[in-house]
Every structure is written in structure tokens, then in C-alpha cells.
């Protein structure tokens, strides 16, 4: 950069307001400014403005971290100048001073993004503290423990955060020092044993960094800043947006914070409130406190707080305040609310307020109430449920009856806190790397900890449920568990967790590593081995169902559902579909008695042989095809016919050499063996290296039009039939894998030709249309002649990805794609979030060309993209018909649709 525009660059730096103060009632940010004071400083800003009792502080925007880390972790010019006016101003409303040691200002260094990130940066509490300024402390408080307490947790706190020691360093330490001081838990320390703790906590220090503990205030505050600033990329902190998806270009702010202490004695304390009950939505307040304790102590699920309830009766005019405080914000964000709180000496004061987390049950609660209330409008409440908490609704439970009988059989365990719900079952796991390890051996884990802490996020994420032993429902473990949407039990005291040997004792028995358990997360309970899990009742759900009514009358695009059987049809409609988007037929190929039909087919020396298998198989698919109908009772059922190669319905056989080499070995029946030599030399014949490439879909139809024949028989004469019950069958043909016009053409001609066959045997026609997937990149270019043909299309985004982006999709999950996810060579799976710049782009020229052709071409999605938000987005911006997800995500897209075409129409309206 020449020398010139440098300087113009410092000056600007120099100038540029890096520090935000909120002091005596005003603030000078609101909560307009998360991007730039992070939520909990703009969170701070507006209950200051608010009039809230606020401790005096203020917050260094995240710009300034990002300029921290531009200019290689140096901070920008002009940002210490304001950090020590801050100071001063916080030490004039405070009446104390940094470092005096008459009357000492201590400071709290907190981390804040913009997006709520629970636990995953660091905090500093205390900070000031010295030899000097915690005599001053005693004095002041005359209260020695007090000071000796809030020395020790300072050092041991900034030698882990901002000066990198392990934290076992202190622990070990504080464990010795209750064994020898017969201490049962912290709090039991005296003051003399506290003394000589801080003195082997000042030793640790020296011996870790080789230099003694830094005691002047103002350099322990620039260093904890710098710490707070670092932390944002910090394993954790990355993992966590990784996990959800947050840019890692935002930056954390940091808000320097008057100290007020909950650790003063019996009328002090803190804890942790929200405005709803976060698991139901239930209107009430709900938290949990600790009395004589420090923040760190809830959030960390060391001790086992009080219920907030018990505040009523233990210190009931701080509850009151707390209770209308808690009324006061609600109303002022509209939404439910997430306190962090603290009393010093009985008087309250408010650290912290964000929006609350909350499971998918309370979330479409607290929605729908809040419209009843008046305090939302409905469109808010559709914006505020996110689409994939919605899946987490019709989440698995156990089945009671298996219940009953673990319980009969012995293998009831314990309860803990129900801390996040759905049930779960796998392998018990005693840490987080070995959850991870077992994950990607395809086994599902339930991690077991003493505790969580932010490190082991990695191995919660593996997961399939959460236990702990320790920490109540707003710790560490059931805050995470229910943002990630998984079943945990929290505070399960009876659990004797030993890490080193890998196990657990519970009431007399012992799991060890590897073990099943099941835990269920709405109950609390805990069992061993594995239990059943069965699905809930969506009709039951009568919040779900009015989110999901005013949604729908919003949505423009279609919601159909992937569905191969009745059963999965009527489920369907129960949740909402619209129709059948693909009705995969080779699905009702696999079944018991149908299977080996399959298999003589393909086993059938030539056209007959094949024709008269064909013949049995007719009824199965007919039979099928009614039932469908008449679930779908006056809706489009799409109906593809047979996709996938082969082989794949003689997967049994795959280790038949080995078989037959035996056979021969043992001398068995030679009849047998000739039966098996045959079905192998099949094989042999049909295997492809590049099947998913080969012989399947329409080339299969081509090459056996047998196939296409049996098809289009059951599917028409099942049509014939339904209509003859009453049934408004709505039939539509769809072709799988075409590329060219000379495919579309002759499968046209052929259905037609059957169609007209049966129309004739039976003396009867019904309607039924004829169309295509898109699942190849020349049919996308061609499209405007493929609706020539086409009178409807689907997206098979699945093949479309896998062709386009030209990467096999069962290969590339179990060996690169998760790495070029992790490494951020691409930014999301192709296969689970559409590429629209890829695959998105082909789909945009396919559907203008083929609406060039066909004006009103009815255009939808099969891929599995179709129950994908961000996808189902996409796909309302580029004027699909419908889209068709898997059963269960039926609730979802109507939901994700709906928020697309409430965000179309605000981006219309700018
Ligand atoms: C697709 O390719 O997107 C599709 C729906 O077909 P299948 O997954 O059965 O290949
Ligand atoms: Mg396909």
C-alpha cells in the first residue's frame, strides 16, 4: 500500500468509534446494532435505555476484532484511547476505580456475537483483582471468603482463557485442596484454605508460563480482550458455525462489564431465567438459580441450581421485580426472552437478554400464543418456527408398551432432568472424540459425560442423545442438545461415570463402553439396552396444525410427497400432501413374495420367460396402485416406472462365488450348485462398473419394453378398477432417466399403444397423463422438445447432482464430500442442499424452455432436495409447480414454502 493512503487508512482507524458505552439509564447503542455489538451488547444497550437496572459497561464492536485479526492481531489504532475513556466512565458511575485498592472497580470481559453462540467463546470474570485490590475487597465487604473466592476464580479463569493453561492445572489443585480442607463442595472452603489455594494457583501460573501472574489491571484487561477477540476462532467457536452454518467473517464483540457479585453471601446469587418454558412454551417463568454463586456456576452445571419458583418464597420481592422485568422485555422484543441475571446483596440486576432457545414444540407454541396474544402477526409466527424444527415434532418416542417392559425386565436405570425431548438409542460413549470415532463407523452413540462443556461439542453433534450426571436444564448439555434437536437427559445424579475405565455404575449396575442404552429426553429416563421407538401423532399436534393452516394459505408452491405405498399415502395426506410426486415402483418390487419373482425375470433366458414372470408380478403392483388411488382420493399420483439396474434386486447374491466354492468343497447337491452357477454366470453378466451410468431407468424400458408393458398395465387397469369403486384415480406416467427425443418418442408411443390395449379390454377409459424426470443435463438443454411430449416434469435432483456435478453420490459421502464440506471447498453437501449455481442454472433453462413449448407445464421436484429449506426456497423463486419430499418432511416444506413466498413478497416490496 503506498505510505500515503496508509496514514489516510491509521487516521481513519484513529477515528473510528470502536467503543459503545451504556451507563446510568443510557446507552449509546440499541438492539438495532447486534452486527456490530454483538447480542449481548446490543442486548445490554437496549435494557439500559429501557431504564432496566444494568451494571455501568461497555462493548467493543466486532468490527474492532475483525480489524484485530486484519492487521494480524494487533488492535486498531484508537481503540485503547476509548477503552480507557469507557473506563473512566464506568469508574465515575460506579464510584470505584480499576485498580484502587481502597475501593476497587472489578470488570467482567465477555464475548458476543451477532448470532447467538451458547458457551462457545470465552468470558473473564473478575478481573482487576490483585494482592492489593482484594485487600481492598475484604475490607470493603468484610467479607474475607468473599475476596479470597473471587481472587481464586479470577486467576484460575484468565490463566486458562487468556494465558493457555489447561484447566485440569487448577482443578487437580482445587480437588486437593477440599480433600486436605475436608471441604465437601466450593462452597464449603474457609478462607485460610482459599488463601494458600490462590497461592498454588499463582505457582501454577509460574510454572506454566514461566512468568509470574500479571497483576496490574489495565494489562490484564488488554489481554483478556485480546483473549475474547481470539476466542472467535477457537475449535469451538468454528465447529459451532460450521455446524450452523454462520459466516466466520463476523467477528465477536466484547462488552466490558462492572462486576456485581451473586457469591456475597446468603442474599446474593444468580441464574439463568426464561420468560417461556423453552421445552413446552408454557406461559410461566422458568429458569433455575444458585444462591451465593457466580454465573460460571449455572451455565457450567457444576452445582445443581434451585428452581426458579423457589425464588418466590426465598427472596420474593426480587422475584417480583424478575417477574415484571421478564413481562417488560417480552413485550419490548416480541418475542420470548433468555435472562441472565445476578443478586448482590438482594438487589437485581440483569446481565443478559436474547432471544431464548427453545425446542420445536415450545417454538410453534410461543408462536401460535403469541398471535393469540396480539403481539405477533401471523406471518411472524411463520417466520419465526424454523422449517426443520418442525421435523423434530414428529420425532420418534419410545413405545410405551416396550417401556412396561424394560421396566418388568430390570432395565428402568435412573431419571435425570428431561432436558431436551424425542427419544434415543445407541451405543454409551464416555467422550467426545470416541463419539465421533463410532459415528463414522455408522453406529448411533448416546455420548454420557459427568458434564458437557464447549469442548466436547464435536461429539454431541455425532450423537444421537445426550446424558449427564450433572447440570440442570439450562446447562452447557441442554442448551446445545436442544438447539441441535436432540433427545437429552441432563442432572442424572445416580449415574457413577468413571471416564478412565470407560463406564458407568447406576444403582448397582454397570454399562460399559459400546453398551446400548436408550434415554428418553421428554421423561427424564434412562434404560439399558435398546427400546423401539415409534412415531408420534400429528394430529395431536393442534399448534403445529394452525401454524401449518396459516402457512398454507400463504405458500404458492404445491407440497406433494415421495410415497411407494398405501401406507405411506394415507400417512401423507394426513400431514398435508397435495399429491404424489413420485411413487418409486421398484420399492414394491423388493417386498417378501415379490422379490423372487423379480429375480426369476431377470433370470429368464428370453422374452417369454420374462413375460411370464412379468404376468405374476401384475396383480402384486395393480393391487398397490388401488390402494393408492384411493388414498389419494382426487389427487395426482406420479408414478415412475422401474429405475435402478438390475443387479440391484440380486444384491443376496453378492458373495455366491464364495457360496458355491463351499458347496463344491462339502460335497453337496449338485442340483444346488447348478441352480447357484447359474444365477452367479447372470450376475457376472449383468454387473456394470458404472451402474448408476448403465443399464437403468427409460434404457431399461427400451431394452425390455416387457417391463414398460407390465407397467402401464397395472397402473391403467388399477386406475380402471378404482374408478369402478368410486375413487377419483388421477394417474400420471413418468419416465425415468431421459436424455433424448428418440427415448421420450418411442416410450411415448409404447405407453399409448398399451394404454390403448387396456382401454379397449376393459371397455372403459380413464385420464392419465404422460410425463418425464429431469435427472440428466441434455434433457434440461432439449426441454422445450421434451414438452412436446412431456406434459409434466420432475426434477430428479439426485441424478441431476450426481450428473452435473459428475460425483456419484453412495461413493463420494463415504470418502470426500464430508472432507470438502469440512474444508469449505464447497459450502454445503450437493446432495442434501441444492447447488444453484449448478444444478440451480440447468433447472432455470429447463424450465424456460420447456415452458416456451408449453406454457403451463406443470413442473415439480422428486430429488431429495425437495424437503430441504434453503432448496425448497430456490424452488419457489424459479416457479416450480410443487415440491415432493419424503413423508415426513411434508410439514416441513409446507413451512419452508410459505417463508419462501412471505420473503418474495418483502423482497418485492423494498
Ligand atoms: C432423483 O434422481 O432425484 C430421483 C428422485 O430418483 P432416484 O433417487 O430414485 O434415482
Ligand atoms: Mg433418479
Known amino acids: 500500500m503506498p505510505a500515503r493512503r496508509r496514514t489516510a487508512t491509521r487516521k481513519t482507524a484513529a477515528r473510528k468509534k470502536w467503543v459503545y458505552l451504556f451507563s446510568g439509564g443510557k446507552a449509546e447503542g440499541d438492539a438495532s446494532m447486534r452486527a456490530l455489538l454483538g447480542g449481548k451488547g446490543a442486548g445490554l444497550a437496549e435494557m439500559t435505555n429501557a431504564g432496566l437496572p444494568v451494571p455501568p459497561g461497555f462493548t467493543i464492536t466486532t468490527e474492532a476484532c475483525n480489524a484485530y485479526f486484519a492487521a494480524n492481531k494487533q488492535l486498531p489504532r484508537g481503540l485503547w484511547e476509548q477503552v480507557e475513556r469507557g473506563i473512566a466512565t464506568i469508574e465515575k458511575a460506579a464510584g470505584k476505580k480499576l485498580g484502587d485498592t481502597k475501593n476497587p472497580l472489578l470488570v467482567s470481559v465477555r464475548s458476543g456475537a451477532a448470532m447467538s453462540m451458547p458457551g462457545m467463546m470465552d468470558t473473564v470474570l473478575n478481573l482487576g483483582l490483585n494482592d492489593e485490590t482484594r485487600e481492598g475487597l475484604e475490607r470493603l465487604t468484610n467479607n474475607p471468603r468473599f475476596a479470597w473466592d473471587a481472587y481464586r476464580r479470577f486467576i484460575s479463569m484468565f490463566g486458562r482463557i487468556v494465558l493457555g493453561i489447561p484447566g485440569e492445572a487448577f482443578e487437580h489443585a482445587l480437588e486437593a485442596n477440599k480433600r486436605k480442607s475436608r471441604a465437601a463442595t466450593d462452597a464449603d472452603l474457609r478462607p485460610d484454605a482459599l488463601r494458600q489455594l490462590v497461592a498454588e494457583y499463582k505457582e501454577i501460573v509460574k510454572r506454566e508460563t514461566k512468568k509470574d501472574f500479571p497483576t496490574e489491571p489495565r494489562a490484564q484487561l488488554r489481554l483478556a480482550i485480546e483473549a475474547v477477540f481470539q476466542s472467535w476462532f477457537g475449535r469451538r467457536a468454528v465447529d459451532?458455525?460450521?455446524?450452523?452454518?454462520?459466516?466466520?467473517?463476523?467477528?465477536?464483540?466484547?462488552?466490558?462489564?462492572?462486576?456485581?457479585?451473586?457469591?456475597?453471601?446468603?442474599?446474593?446469587?444468580?441464574?439463568?431465567?426464561?420468560?417461556?418454558?423453552?421445552?413446552?412454551?408454557?406461559?410461566?417463568?422458568?429458569?433455575?438459580?444458585?444462591?451465593?454463586?457466580?454465573?460460571?456456576?449455572?451455565?457450567?452445571?457444576?452445582?445443581?441450581?434451585?428452581?426458579?419458583?423457589?425464588?418466590?418464597?426465598?427472596?420474593?420481592?426480587?422475584?417480583?421485580?424478575?417477574?415484571?422485568?421478564?413481562?417488560?422485555?417480552?413485550?419490548?422484543?416480541?418475542?420470548?426472552?433468555?435472562?441472565?441475571?445476578?443478586?448482590?446483596?438482594?438487589?437485581?440486576?440483569?446481565?443478559?437478554?436474547?432471544?431464548?432457545?427453545r425446542t420445536a414444540r415450545a417454538a410453534v407454541k410461543i408462536a401460535t400464543d403469541m398471535v393469540g396474544e396480539g403481539l405477533i402477526t401471523k406471518d411472524e409466527a411463520i417466520r419465526r418456527v424454523d422449517p426443520a424444527q418442525v421435523e423434530q415434532l414428529l420425532l420418534p418416542r419410545f413405545d410405551d408398551k416396550e417401556v412396561e417392559k424394560a421396566r418388568g425386565e430390570g432395565r428402568y436405570l435412573a431419571k435425570g432432568l428431561n432436558a431436551s425431548p424425542g427419544a434415543a438409542t445407541g451405543r454409551a460413549v464416555f467422550d467426545a472424540d470416541r463419539a465421533v470415532e463410532l459415528k463414522g463407523a455408522k453406529q448411533l452413540v448416546v455420548l454420557v459425560r459427568p458434564e458437557t462443556s464447549p469442548d466436547d461439542f464435536h461429539g454431541m453433534v455425532a450423537a444421537t442423545g445426550i446424558l449427564t450426571a450433572r447440570g440442570g436444564s439450562t446447562s452447557h448439555a441442554a442448551v446445545v442438545a436442544r438447539g441441535l434437536g436432540l433427545p437429552c437427559v441432563s442432572g442424572c445424579a445416580a449415574l457413577d461415570i468413571d471416564l478412565g475405565k470407560r463406564e458407568m455404575r447406576v444403582n448397582g449396575k454397570v454399562v460399559k463402553e459400546g453398551e446400548p442404552i436408550s434415554i428418553d429426553g421428554t421423561t427424564g429416563e434412562v434404560f439399558a439396552g435398546e427400546l423401539p421407538t415409534i412415531l408420534p401423532n400429528f394430529k395431536g399436534e393442534k399448534e403445529l396444525s394452525e401454524l401449518l393452516s396459516w402457512a398454507d394459505k400463504r405458500r404458492t408452491l404445491g407440497v406433494w410427497v415421495n410415497a411407494d405405498t398405501p401406507e405411506e399415502c394415507r400417512l401423507a395426506r394426513e400431514l398435508g400432501a397435495e399429491g404424489v410426486g413420485l411413487a418409486r415402483t421398484e420399492h414394491m418390487f423388493r417386498q417378501a413374495e415379490r422379490l423372487p419373482i423379480v429375480q426369476d425375470m431377470i433370470m429368464a433366458d428370453d422374452t417369454e420367460g420374462r413375460k411370464k414372470a412379468l404376468a405374476k408380478l401384475l396383480p402384486f403392483q395393480q393391487g398397490d396402485f388401488v390402494e393408492m388411488y384411493t388414498a389419494m382420493d382426487g389427487l395426482s399420483v406420479v408414478i415412475r416406472l422401474i429405475d435402478p439396474p438390475l443387479h440391484e434386486f440380486l444384491r443376496e447374491y453378492a458373495d455366491l462365488d464364495v457360496e458355491i466354492a463351499v458347496d463344491k468343497a462339502l460335497g453337496k447337491d449338485g442340483a444346488q450348485i447348478e441352480k447357484k452357477?447359474?444365477?452367479?454366470?447372470?450376475?457376472?453378466?449383468?454387473?456394470?462398473?458404472?451402474?448408476?451410468?448403465?443399464?437403468?431407468?427409460?434404457?431399461?424400458?427400451?431394452?425390455?419394453?416387457?417391463?414398460?408393458?407390465?407397467?402401464?398395465?397395472?397402473?391403467?387397469?388399477?386406475?380402471?378398477?378404482?374408478?369402478?369403486?368410486?375413487?377419483?384415480?388421477?394417474?400420471?406416467?413418468?419416465?425415468?432417466?431421459?436424455?433424448?427425443?428418440?427415448?421420450?418418442?418411442?416410450?411415448?408411443?409404447?405407453?399409448?399403444?398399451?394404454?390403448?390395449?387396456?382401454?379397449?379390454?376393459?371397455?372403459?377409459?380413464?385420464?392419465?397423463?404422460?410425463?418425464?424426470?429431469?435427472?440428466?443435463?441434455?434433457?434440461?438443454?432439449?426441454?422445450?422438445?421434451?414438452?412436446?411430449?412431456?406434459?409434466?416434469?420432475?426434477?430428479?435432483?439426485?441424478?441431476?447432482?450426481?450428473?452435473?456435478?459428475?460425483?456419484?453420490?453412495?461413493?463420494?459421502?463415504?470418502?470426500?464430500?464430508?472432507?470438502?464440506?469440512?474444508?469449505?471447498?464447497?459450502?454445503?453437501?450437493?446432495?442434501?442442499?441444492?447447488?444453484?449455481?449448478?444444478?440451480?442454472?440447468?433447472?432455470?433453462?429447463?424450465?424456460?424452455?420447456?415452458?416456451?413449448?408449453?406454457?403451463?407445464?406443470?413442473?415439480?421436484?422428486?430429488?431429495?432436495?425437495?424437503?430441504?429449506?434453503?432448496?425448497?426456497?430456490?424452488?419457489?423463486?424459479?416457479?416450480?409447480?410443487?415440491?415432493?419430499?419424503?413423508?415426513?418432511?411434508?410439514?416441513?416444506?409446507?413451512?419452508?414454502?410459505?417463508?419462501?413466498?412471505?420473503?418474495?413478497?418483502?423482497?418485492?416490496?423494498r
Not at 273 to 280: H, L
Not at 311 to 325: A, D, G, H, N, R
Not at 748 to 756: F, G, N, P
Request: aromatic letters at 6%; proline letters at 4%.
Open 240 to 357: 459451532y458455525r460450521n455446524q450452523f452454518k454462520i459466516r466466520h467473517d463476523l467477528g465477536t464483540a466484547v462488552s466490558v462489564v462492572t462486576m456485581v457479585f451473586g457469591n456475597m453471601g446468603n442474599d446474593s446469587g444468580t441464574g439463568v431465567a426464561f420468560t417461556r418454558d423453552p421445552n413446552t412454551g408454557t406461559k410461566e417463568l422458568y429458569g433455575e438459580y444458585l444462591v451465593n454463586a457466580q454465573g460460571e456456576d449455572v451455565v457450567a452445571g457444576i452445582r445443581t441450581p434451585s428452581k426458579i419458583a423457589q425464588l418466590k418464597s426465598e427472596m420474593p420481592k426480587v422475584y417480583e421485580q424478575l417477574e415484571k422485568i421478564a413481562k417488560r422485555l417480552e413485550k419490548h422484543y416480541r418475542d420470548a426472552q433468555d435472562l441472565e441475571f445476578t443478586i448482590e446483596r438482594g438487589k437485581l440486576y440483569m446481565l443478559q437478554t436474547r432471544s431464548a432457545k
Open 677 to 909: 452357477e447359474k444365477i452367479w454366470k447372470r450376475l457376472e453378466q449383468i454387473q456394470e462398473d458404472n451402474p448408476m451410468l448403465g443399464l437403468r431407468g427409460c434404457r431399461l424400458l427400451l431394452v425390455y419394453p416387457e417391463i414398460l408393458e407390465m407397467q402401464i398395465r397395472a397402473i391403467l387397469g388399477a386406475a380402471i378398477d378404482a374408478a369402478e369403486q368410486g375413487v377419483r384415480a388421477k394417474p400420471e406416467i413418468m419416465m425415468p432417466l431421459v436424455g433424448t427425443m428418440g427415448e421420450l418418442d418411442r416410450l411415448h408411443e409404447q405407453v399409448v399403444q398399451v394404454a390403448e390395449t387396456v382401454f379397449k379390454e376393459r371397455g372403459r377409459r380413464v385420464p392419465y397423463k404422460f410425463g418425464t424426470m429431469i435427472e440428466i443435463p441434455r434433457a434440461c438443454l432439449i426441454s422445450d422438445e421434451i414438452a412436446t411430449k412431456a406434459e409434466f416434469f420432475s426434477f430428479g435432483t439426485n441424478d441431476l447432482t450426481q450428473t452435473i456435478l459428475g460425483i456419484s453420490r453412495d461413493d463420494a459421502q463415504k470418502s470426500f464430500l464430508t472432507q470438502y464440506v469440512e474444508k469449505k471447498i464447497i459450502p454445503n453437501d450437493p446432495f442434501q442442499v441444492l447447488d444453484r449455481e449448478g444444478v440451480g442454472e440447468m433447472m432455470r433453462i429447463s424450465i424456460q424452455k420447456g415452458r416456451t413449448t408449453r406454457p403451463d407445464l406443470k413442473i415439480g421436484i422428486c430429488g431429495e432436495h425437495g424437503g430441504d429449506p434453503s432448496s425448497i426456497e430456490f424452488c419457489h423463486q424459479v416457479g416450480l409447480t410443487y415440491v415432493s419430499p419424503s413423508t415426513y418432511r411434508v410439514p416441513v416444506a409446507r413451512l419452508a414454502a410459505a417463508q419462501a413466498a412471505l420473503a418474495g413478497a418483502a423482497e418485492r416490496d
